[in-house]
């Protein structure tokens, strides 16, 4: 097997422990900023894996109990191993006025039997004096279906990663959880860490989710805050061969790894996944039998050292149960030397908690970009001497000779669009600001060596909040109270969108005749305006110029903090903030044009370039010419009305003679148009 490594994305955070400190309340920055708005009826908590979401439900849920007239609460979680996540908690020792309790009985998680029958438990809670029951999302979902939204009128329902909620026909709780926003009897608290889904369909219905009031934590104050790990790596491998054949060019068993394996159905899978276990194992060391106490299998390494491995694909449920409950023994939470590797398939992904995970690796795309946010979740645990961690996604390359080449490009633009999100998820977040002569400087902001300067756009950073406030020339500015919200906390579900339309992504890499504006005005603004239809026109193009900003100076930031050389001193307290500075800096003007004219898929055609071989790559590009899009009368449409913006702004239409490659775009959209009119006035 030939491995080649794509570029990671690298970043390196301050360490300031801001995240991990907890106020007299006992509440970490995260669960304070959750709590300022328990009031409100609606509450959607955007934030990473390992920053506090169980506990912050708990100090809302409890305050609901308390002070706002709530009955109950009921905490709805996607399997019965996130339950755990709510097990009893003693906040008064660290300064709350209560603590957490539920009662065996009401963790339905913890108890046997079907969900059809826990159905009968969730009617006697309900009926009980008790206040807080946790459930699995199936079992919520038939004591709906047997009660009626009406039985839970004036409880909390509180639902944890609510990305599994869809408001797509086929999607029963969402269905239901637009039922209680319309009969609007009880109070929601939706958690996830991610509020993007692997398809097109939206969470909620767009009236419903404008209700909610968002809590959103970004990845960048998390990881700035921790006071320990301080390097997140995320690399993608191209390899050609069986990945189990050299799985250590990649597995280094020194780290605290979790493995996912790829699914049985995947073009990775040798459709034999326990043999693919056994061949792991067997290229880690001599196996020496499995520990009686926690099943997790014993390998001895050449050098003598045991390896403890927890093997999460075996199909018997004995067995597997067994090793689960040594991972979940709460008595080894905090005891680094438990267990050293876990294999496992569809397990230990979303709430599995393991603070001392160093390396995420997996293997075969995933087609989800939320799975894929939450495995790089099980690595940016903080922990004590845990300084660095990484995310390694193995993915097999297109192979000329293999009839799945179709497949393999596509898994390969996939992986190119995670990269570029991630970055986008990992960076500080971006405050765009229109430049004008009211322009000033924004309080805790710092805006470089000799500081705000009137005469020219600026950049400043408040390394507290990990915030850039951006001054841009010609920028739109949102002007509903929704659209303003969507620039300031949305930006990313845009983007998620963007990148994922593989339309984009083909042009962006391989059309060699693209103007950069064509994706950056067109495709963006076609997903601005079906994303968001409820905004109108000008507010759409707000949304859409910033999310073009936040996306491109991502890249070019990068861009530059790659090029440095490696002796560079990197101020302040990442690469990725120097070159947004710089690249910020650098230009004369930083407006609409420049940023329009940017192609945020330059760089990932250098990645495939460096990391693929001459004829793969040629094997790529060939079947994407195979599909060369062609103008559609959609996008001819699209085009007139930007040449009908550039003639309001320059008092002529465009040319379609014109050496400016956008201004001839427009004029031919315009010229589409015409000939189709005639066309039909023909007959």
Known sequence: ??????????????????????????????????????????????????????????????????????????????????????????????????????????????????????????????????QILV???????????????????????????????????????GKQLNEFISRDRVHVVAMTGSYFRGDAAPILLPENEAKFDTITYTYYEQLNGYKYLKTLDIGYFFYSGSYADDILKVLDPNEKTILHIPNVNSRESTKDKHREVEHIIDALGDWQ???????????????????????????????????????????????????????????????????????????????????IVQIIGRATRDAIGKSRARFTNLIAEPDAAEAAVTEAVNDTLKAIAASLLMEQVLAPRFNFTPKSAKSGPVEGFDYGEGGYDPAKENVGFNEESGKFQIEIKGLAEPKSKEATRICQEDLNEVITAFVQDKTTIERGLFDEELVPEELTQVRMGKIVGAKFPELDAEDQEAVRQHAVAALNLTQKAKEVALSAPDDAQVSGNTALIDGVRKFAMDVRELDIDLIDRINPFGEAYAILAKTMSEESLKQVQAVISAKKVQLSPEEARDLARRAAKFKQERGRLPDITSPDAWEKKMAEGVAYLVRMKQEAANG
């Open 1 to 130: 097997m030939t491995i080649k490594n794509v570029p990671s994305v690298s970043v390196t955070y301050a360490q300031n422990g801001g995240s991990t400190k907890s106020n007299e309340l006992g509440m970490r920055a995260m669960q304070e900023r959750a709590y300022e708005k328990r009031g409100e009826q609606y509450l959607l908590i955007k934030s990473p894996p390992a920053s506090g979401k169980s506990r912050a439900l708990m100090f809302i849920a409890l305050d609901k109990l308390a002070n706002q007239g709530i009955k109950q609460a009921i905490v709805v979680v996607p399997e019965k191993s996130i339950g755990a996540s709510f097990n009893d908690e003693p906040l008064s020792k660290f300064g709350f006025w209560a603590d957490w309790r539920v009662a065996p009985k009401w963790n339905l998680c913890n108890s046997p039997g079907t969900d059809g029958g826990k159905v009968k438990s969730v009617t006697a809670f309900l009926e009980s004096d008790d």
């Open 135 to 173: 459930c699995t999302h199936a079992t919520f979902r038939f004591a709906i279906e047997k009660l009626g939204v009406e039985a839970f009128d004036d409880r909390l329902i509180a639902v944890d990663e609510f990305h599994h909620v869809s408001a797509s026909d086929d999607n029963i709780l």
């Open 289 to 371: 039998g499995s520990d009686p106490k926690t099943g997790f299998q014993l390998v001895k390494m050449p050098e003598g050292r045991i390896l403890k491995i927890a093997d999460l694909v075996d199909d018997e449920a004995v067995k597997r149960d067994k090793v689960s409950s040594a991972l979940k023994d709460p008595a080894q939470k905090n005891n680094r030397d438990h267990v050293d590797i876990i294999i496992a398939l569809g397990m230990a992904k979303e709430g599995f908690d393991w603070i001392w995970c160093e390396h995420a690796l997996t293997v075969g795309y995933r087609a989800s970009l939320t799975e």
